[in-house]
């Protein structure tokens, strides 16, 4: 496929699809013809330890999470090549799936493989 018959909103609807899976992922909105908004959390580490050392009470720290969120933007450079921006935090999970979409994408588009930018 060239950046000819290159579409946002189906690299959009592609990459939600993509992400549905990941269980961390809580939320996926379009907030723009060409962007696409996730949201995450992560259990914070420390949660963790204190619903094992302070069991059974501590288990009510396990509802402590960190809430993230990364943007996904789907545009055509200037050589006219199809490109992903992603900006923001997510966790592992949907880093991992990120990446592995990324990979996809400039495989499918451009027939280069590259990895897609992932937040830290």
């Not at 379009?30 to 949201?39: F, H, K, N, S």
């Not at 933007?73 to 990324?102: E, H």
């Amino acid at each position: 496929m060239t950046s000819a018959s290159f579409d946002t909103d189906a690299v959009i609807d592609w990459l939600a699809a993509g992400l549905s899976g990941v269980t961390s992922a809580t939320d996926f909105q379009r907030v723009a013809q060409d962007r696409l908004q996730i949201r995450s959390e992560r259990v914070e580490w420390w949660a963790v330890l204190i619903a094992i050392f302070a069991f059974p009470i501590g288990l009510l720290a396990l509802l402590i999470k960190e809430r993230m969120a990364c943007e996904v933007r789907v545009f055509v450079d200037s050589d006219g090549r199809p490109q992903l921006a992603v900006t923001g935090s997510a966790n592992g999970a949907v880093r991992k799936r990120l990446k592995k979409l990324g990979r996809e994408f400039y495989r499918h588009y451009t027939g280069v493989r590259q990895s897609a930018a992932v937040p830290a």
